[in-house]
């Protein structure tokens, strides 16, 4: 018998082949897949009819010499009816494709389980959701070839689930949740998981749905797509499953050494003068900057990708004065243009803009520089190729040409009130279907433009993400949060969960974004300790739209947002972290290297480190700035003291003083206003203390 020949028995047709190297299985008039896909791992692809190829995703191509053992049972004379029951009438043995350390046994109606091949502990199974119908994978009908799809799979009692992208819940341990998949601003949708069982698994789908972390089952949902796909993989420790996730889905680039220091930034500066006072004035201070945000509204409108030169009346001499100061410009670039804007109506004849399934290409309303009255914006479509090269050509001439190579990308979801993917049709396909790529391919139109532009030192900055993202050099930042102590715990966990889902490169609003009084003392306090938990983020960004406001428009501004705007107490205490950053600065900058070369997070959870300290996957409100600093951020008013847990299977010393902690213990460390809880493992030296 030849490897693609078919295996089936008499009755109720279904059949097992071994194809190309993979396993395959149809029934029912599903046709299933399973491939491995990079070592430890294997791709699982389901659908009524034939397999597609050409669905996009988040996996790069299998890698070249991928080779599995496929075992597949002789079912020739055998008669095999599906009960209903998940199992056949005869018992048969499953099929069995084995990578690495991942075997994924597949049973001949369908089912698949995935188990450790060592000790052949099951990783995860899938599960029917009704011992009758539906089963472990449902395709229901929404119209023209696309279906409401769902993967059943087990729950396990004692299982933790991290990842996910990042939410605002401030849940480290998502078990219990339900989680939308859909791009909100403060919500970034990256639908992969790592388990505490020992598996990865990445939703292979950028369709808008949801997953169901329930304790009686998971489920996957895409509201409308054509093809269930999910990639999983297996390590004997966290660190090993992120190895592997991030060679399927690509490594960050280096990071750019001049990122690692202080980037500065307020909504919004309005002139070029103003910006460049407060680029001098932290000179003259002697306070440190790498880079200075120029934010919204610089531009005629939304869409031209240019400066306003009545209010930037010479880009290129303030650039080139920034580089004499030894800081950076970075621009917001929106994907929003406005039916004003110079661009659109080439745009629109050239078909780069979204379009709709019902109406015009205006997707949402927005109070523009120079309108009376909100104007309906459109969005570009990064999702292709040609749309991408226009907007990085005008970027080229109207940026990049005068210095800048640093990228905003703001409201890049993209923002839309209300929200409607399924009015929405891309160049990639239904909105539905696609829509959450959108973050990545937009950070694609800036990384690819930087690289045939001979650029070796740019990045940009995303409000957004998915899947992928890493691999196109964006950083992420939490998005418009809130302004107080319990915004700033549920950033710790935020932060912990987008790195566990490959983004390395992130950070937040120092001190939250909506509000905040400069002359508030509460306000400065949340502002004080959310600086010191900001100085060891992997990004160090100080943000806000401070009051007093204006209203949304040109003339807006808010209030001020310098180290030196909340007093003389608070300003000797920030400026003390600005320092203590400039000289961890190469350590920083070493945990990026890993970042690029491991797929590993500098921000880390405590069982990052530490799998083998039970207590370590529970910690929720402390974190490791790669393998050697522990960080407890101070997330409560007026606490001068907190308690740290410190894990077992290191030695620890306190940063400042030099005390030492045992680890396996919770200890209670001071934690006066101008002290964040820091320690060292294992005889670490970081320069922290003065």
């Known amino acids: ?49 034939e397999l597609r190829d050409d669905i996009p995703g988040a996996l790069l191509d299998r890698p070249a010499g991928d080779k599995a053992e496929i075992t597949v049972p002789d079912l020739r004379g055998l008669t095999v009816f599906s009960t ?7 018992p048969v043995a499953p099929a069995r494709l084995v990578n690495g350390r991942i075997a994924a046994e597949l049973s001949v109606d369908g089912g698949l389980r995935f188990v450790n091949t060592e000790d052949g502990r099951e ?26 799809l769902e993967q059943n799979f087990a729950a396990y009692e004692g299982e933790r689930l991290y990842g996910l992208g990042q939410h605002q819940h401030g849940l480290l341990d998502q078990k219990g949740t339900v989680i939308d998949l859909v791009q909100r601003n403060t919500e970034v949708s990256i639908p992969f ?25 998971t489920r996957w949902v895409a ?43 307020k909504l919004r500066y309005r002139t070029q ?58 621009v917001s670039v929106w994907p929003s243009v406005n ?19 019902f109406g015009t290409t205006a997707h949402a309303p927005f109070m523009d520089k120079g309108s009376r009255a909100k104007a309906m914006v459109s969005f570009y479509d990064p999702t292709n190729p040609e749309a991408r090269a226009f907007v990085w050509s005008k970027a080229q001439r109207n940026y990049q040409s005068l210095g800048v190579n640093l990228w905003w990308l703001d409201a890049c979801e993209p923002e839309m009130n209300p929200g409607h993917p399924a009015n929405l049709r891309y160049h990639a396909g239904p909105g539905l279907e696609v829509a959450n790529l959108y973050p990545r391919e937009n950070a694609r139109t800036f990384h690819e433009g930087m690289a045939a532009s001979g650029n070796t030192d740019g990045m940009s900055f995303s409000r957004s993400a998915w899947a992928g993202s890493q691999r196109y050099g964006t950083a992420v930042w939490s998005g418009d949060i809130g302004t107080d102590f319990a915004t700033l715990r549920s950033q710790i966990t935020a932060g912990l969960n987008i790195g566990l889902s490959g983004i390395p490169w992130w950070t937040t609003d120092i001190g939250g974004f909506h509000g905040g009084d400069p002359d508030d003392p509460a306000y400065r306090e949340v502002l004080v300790r959310w600086f010191q938990f900001g100085a060891f983020c992997p990004i160090f960004r100080l943000h806000g739209f401070r009051l007093p406001w204006l209203p949304l428009g040109g003339e807006m501004t808010g209030g001020p947002n310098e180290v030196w705007s909340y007093g003389d107490e608070a300003y000797a205490i920030l400026s003390r972290y600005l320092m203590v950053r400039e000289r961890i600065r190469p350590y920083v900058a070493e945990q990026m290297r890993v970042a690029s070369q491991e797929g590993l997070p500098p921000m880390r959870p405590l069982f990052l480190e530490f799998p083998e300290d039970e207590a370590s996957w529970t910690v929720t409100d402390q974190f490791l700035l790669g393998r050697d600093l522990l960080v407890a951020p101070v997330t409560e008013a007026g606490a001068t003291r907190r308690e740290v847990y410190v894990p077992a299977g290191a030695r620890w010393t306190c940063a400042w003083t030099g005390e030492p902690y045992e680890g396996g213990g919770t ?24």
């Open 84 to 90: 209903g029951l998940g199992s056949p009438t005869d």
């Open 667 to 690: 200890y209670t460390l001071d934690a006066p206003l101008d002290r964040i809880p820091l320690l060292l493992r294992d005889g670490a030296r970081l320069p922290i203390a003065e």
């Open 223 to 265: 509201d409308s797509a054509r093809q269930i796909d999910y990639w999983i993989t297996a390590g004997d420790a966290p660190a090993d499953i992120l190895r592997s996730y991030a060679d399927a889905t690509g490594h960050a680039p280096e990071f750019p050494d001049w990122g690692t220091g202080f980037w500065q930034c």
């Open 339 to 357: 039916r004003l804007s110079e661009n659109h109506d080439e745009m629109e004849r050239r078909g780069l803009l979204v379009a709709n399934e």
């Open 123 to 148: 990783l995860l199974a899938e599960r029917r959701a009704h011992f009758w119908w539906p089963g472990t994978r449902v395709h229901t009908p929404t119209g023209n070839g696309y279906h409401r």
């Open 273 to 330: 003068e103003e910006l460049l006072g407060v680029a001098r004035e932290h000179k003259r201070r002697g306070l440190p900057m790498s880079v200075i945000v120029s934010d919204f509204f610089h531009w005629p409108h939304l869409g031209d990708w240019k400066f306003d030169t009545d209010e930037w009346p010479d880009p290129a001499a303030m650039v080139a004065e920034l580089d004499e100061l030894g800081i950076k410009l970075m």
């Open 1 to 49: 018998m030849s490897k693609a020949e078919e295996q089936s028995g008499t009755g109720r047709s279904m059949s097992f082949r071994e194809r190309d190297g993979g396993l395959e299985w149809s029934g029912h008039h599903e046709t299933l897949r399973v491939e491995a896909w990079g070592p430890d791992a294997v791709r699982v692809r389901a659908t009524l009819g």
């Open 193 to 217: 998981v790592l388990s505490s069982r020992g598996y990865g698994l990445l939703w292979n789908n950028p369709a808008v749905g949801r997953v169901e972390l329930g304790g009686t089952g």
